[in-house]
């Protein structure tokens, strides 16, 4: 069976974080492991509190899993804090993992800051260049380039989406995905490998239940990888999936409900 590793937050309402992690492990037949990296309190109304672990648990976690169990791809999201980006980039160094998968998670849905301002820089110079792929939505994705070009940009269209992804290929990671589910219109995804880029369309589904969505998708990218795919058939997959699991959205809470895994 291969191995899926998610080095990430806790969202005790299990629908981002971890626990989407793994529930989308499952679904996909492969064995899910989970370095947690911080602690979350939320529901589908928002994010209340937030515990960051400290970096010796981190590192005994991610030494834990890797002096043992041999690890097919690892999924990467909330990870808060440059000291918390330190020890994963380090212990990366170290165990030199296949198929990292990097969610550059920012804002929750609900507004809640996941990574701290000063943490950006951290997150692009250390974790994105170690990344097979990043998984940027178009807000994270007008932050980096902001952030390492020090100009305002604003992607509306997928001419937009598709320049961009170059500009953030320049910062080291093998594939970028641009996630368009934030703009009007059709869903359309970006991926650029530094020679082409393809568009991945779905159609919009009318729904109010997208907890956990951008999770979910990197985490299905990061199984069909540990499968044996190619970033352009596992980015194609995940992409199917995800669209199920929103279409399938549990309608559970007062907020915004979170995607359904089932295969
Ligand atoms: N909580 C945790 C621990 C997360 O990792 C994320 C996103 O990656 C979220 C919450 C945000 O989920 P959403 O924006 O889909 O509500």
Not at 72 to 86: L, R, Y
Not at 177 to 188: I, Q, R, T
Not at 196 to 208: A, G, L, M, V
Request: glycine residues 8%; neutral net charge.
């Amino acid at each position: 069976m291969k191995k899926v590793l998610t080095i990430a937050g806790s969202d005790c309402s299990g629908g981002a974080g971890i626990q989407a992690d793994l529930k989308t492990f499952s679904a996909h037949g492969v064995y899910g492991m989970s370095v947690i990296t911080a602690i979350t309190a939320q529901n589908t109304q928002g994010v209340f509190d937030v515990r960051d672990l400290d970096e010796a648990i981190i590192k005994a976690q991610i030494d834990a899993i890797f002096t043992d169990i041999q690890v097919d791809a690892v999924k990467i999201g909330m990870v808060s804090q440059p000291s918390t980006i330190h020890i994963i980039a380090s212990q990366i160094g170290k165990y030199h993992p296949v198929n990292i998968v990097l969610d550059p998670v920012m804002i929750s849905k609900s507004g809640y800051s996941l990574l701290k301002p000063e943490a950006k820089k951290s997150l692009i110079e250390e974790l994105i260049p170690r990344a097979s792929v990043i998984t940027p939505n178009v807000p994270e994705a007008e932050e980096i380039i902001r952030t390492v070009t020090s100009k305002p940009i604003a992607i509306k269209t997928v001419e937009d989406m598709e320049k961009a992804a170059q500009e953030l290929y320049k910062l080291g990671a093998k594939n970028v995905l641009l996630k368009g589910g934030h703009m009007s219109g059709e869903a359309v995804d970006v991926l650029y490998d530094g020679k082409d880029i393809t568009r991945f369309y779905s159609e919009r589904i009318d729904t109010k239940n997208t907890h956990g969505t951008g999770c979910t998708l990197s985490s299905a990218i990061a199984s069909n990888l540990a499968l044996g795919y190619s970033i352009k058939e596992a980015v194609n997959r995940a992409k199917r999936y995800i669209t199920i699991a929103i279409e399938h959205a549990l309608d559970i809470g007062k907020g915004v409900g979170p995607t359904h895994h089932f295969y």
